[in-house]
């Protein structure tokens, strides 16, 4: 049997052997033995990771990653898998693998591509977003809808116009690589029939030019693939993640993996193909080697080599998540720092400007600046209501129709946060007219979903607010999401404060 580790070249007797029969030197009843047990291993793993993932859908960590474009690169990659393998031990026919190289494996290799470009864009924006994001007086009608065009919603257009673009790659290139598959199959009909006693090493070996065309559009899209992830490895290596194994792990590894995969298949078929050339043009000529050849027997033309990338991609993108919220639940379980856990010391330490500068830094890495935002315009628009109901409502400058912003900016000058401890605090008190641009304006940064920071809440308390503004326009009627972003903030970003940072005593002191 010829070693994989042999590098000697092979001779003209011994390689056209090898490319008349099935395998000269391997076990084929041993090697498909091998492929099905990794086929209902693979299964398993597969299906019990997908059924795992989608039913951690609503997972903090789950959510981050983009629910849907994930599982759907997981969901496809597994597709892929199964076909791949299943080729290496049973006839399919030729258009079944036909079907996943030119179709399947665009398309959740374009999935995979938009997840590595959104990981890119959203550390940018969240960095884009704690550096510019102003809140800023709208003009607005009876109807809350905006007139003026905010400067902080360029990057967000931008974001829209990459998004479709994303969505434009996977749409463009699985409608060409569907059309051209069909067009094959009408053309070339009798070269991949429906049914077919070959095996699909044979079908390689015995019609190598002829099935070549075929699969034409899958390669030429690999090497495309292939160099468009050399440049974005670039882009995602500035990328900074608070997860060791998260997304940016993902998208790193998975990327250099297809560009390997990608190139040594494309190596090791050109080195076969040529070595067919030469027997028939210089019968002296330099062979390719014993090892070459025996891989590609082995892996069924190189196929089954791209079987290892949609079992990582797997691996990555669907099996460490799970991992990562199960180690997520743990660590918020065992972690001991007694009163720091409770919930009501975590709001008070959100009053410390130094901790929600530690706190904005995790979020960026975390892709959730938005929720700090949040907080911090929150706080701000009650400081508002505050400075509104306990000094401006009553003073003078009311009466000479003062402007409020000026009146606010005056007094915040000597305002000290004890001063809002003591002071009444009536939920259901209307909005008044002069701070009600100040809620508007809140309203279009952070809970639109159009907005530039906005937060991940509930569609029930989305519709709850629109609700109010539109009848009876309270002053809590940012109060419930508030609720809910602390609590994001809670489960996801203080873990890690406090991971990093054992005695938060010195802000504020838990007892």
């Not at 008349?20 to 030197?25: C, M």
């Not at 019990?48 to 997972?59: A, D, E, I, V």
């Not at 399919?92 to 398309?107: G, Y």
């Not at 429906?194 to 079908?203: D, F, G, I, K, Y």
Request: net charge positive; proline share 3%.
């Amino acid at each position: 049997m010829w070693s994989i580790f042999n590098t000697t070249s092979v001779s003209k007797e011994e390689f056209g052997t090898a490319m008349s029969s099935e395998s000269s030197f391997v076990d084929i009843k041993t090697m498909e033995l091998v492929y099905k047990i990794i086929f209902y291993i693979y299964s398993f793993v597969g299906i019990t990771s997908l059924l795992t993932f989608f039913h951690m859908r609503k997972n903090y960590v789950i959510k981050q990653m983009n629910f849907h474009l994930t599982f759907l690169n997981g969901l496809f990659a597994f597709i892929s898998g199964i076909v791949t393998i299943s080729v290496q031990f049973t006839n399919l026919p030729c258009p079944v693998s036909l079907f996943t190289s030119n179709v399947i494996n665009p398309f959740y290799n374009s999935i995979f591509l938009s997840r590595s470009l959104r990981l890119v864009l959203l550390y940018q924006y969240n960095i884009y977003k704690v550096n510019t994001l102003e809140l800023r007086k709208k003009i607005y009608n009876g109807k809350y809808k905006t007139t003026e065009v905010e400067p902080n919603k360029y990057l967000p257009h931008k974001y829209k116009v990459i998004n479709r673009i994303i969505y434009g790659v996977i749409t463009v290139s699985t409608l060409s690589g569907l059309i051209y598959t069909i067009v094959m199959l009408i053309m070339y009909s009798d070269r991949c029939p429906l049914s077919t006693n070959q095996s699909a090493l044979q079908q390689i070996k015995t019609n190598g030019k002829e099935t070549q065309i075929l699969f034409n559009f899958a390669q030429i899209f690999g090497l495309i693939f292939a160099f468009v992830l050399i440049i974005m490895i670039y882009f995602i290596s500035k990328v900074e993640d608070n997860n060791k194994y998260g997304v940016k792990f993902e998208c790193w590894t998975t990327s250099i993996l297809i560009i390997t995969i990608t190139s040594f298949n494309l190596y090791l078929n050109n080195s076969v193909n040529k070595s067919k050339e030469l027997i028939h043009s210089n019968g002296n000529a330099k062979l390719t080697s014993r090892s070459l050849l025996t891989i590609y027997d082995y892996t069924k033309g190189g196929r089954a080599l791209f079987s290892i990338i949609s079992t990582y991609m797997i691996f990555a993108c669907i099996i460490l998540p799970c991992i990562r919220c199960w180690n997520n639940r743990k660590h918020n379980e065992n972690i001991d720092t007694g009163l720091y856990r409770k919930q009501n010391y975590f709001y008070k330490l959100l009053n410390y400007p130094p901790v929600l500068e530690k706190l904005e830094k995790i979020a960026i890495k975390d892709f959730s600046v938005e929720n700090i935002l949040f907080w911090k315009n929150y706080q701000n628009l009650h400081r508002k209501v505050f400075v509104y109901f306990s000094s401006f409502i009553d003073s003078n400058e009311r009466e000479r129709n003062v402007d409020f912003d000026n009146y606010y900016q005056n007094y915040m000058k000597h305002f000290s946060i004890s001063e809002m401890e003591d002071f009444p605090y009536y939920p259901n008190t209307k909005i008044p007219k002069e701070l009600l641009p100040y809620f508007v304006n809140f309203y279009y940064n952070f809970i639109d979903v159009s907005s530039p920071a906005a937060v991940n809440i509930t569609d029930k308390e989305i519709k709850q607010i629109l609700l109010n503004f539109n009848s009876v326009k309270t002053i809590s009627v940012f109060d419930e999401a508030k609720n809910e972003v602390v609590e994001m903030m809670y489960n996801s970003i203080y873990p890690i404060l406090l991971k990093n940072n054992k005695d938060l005593s010195h802000y504020v002191n838990p007892v």
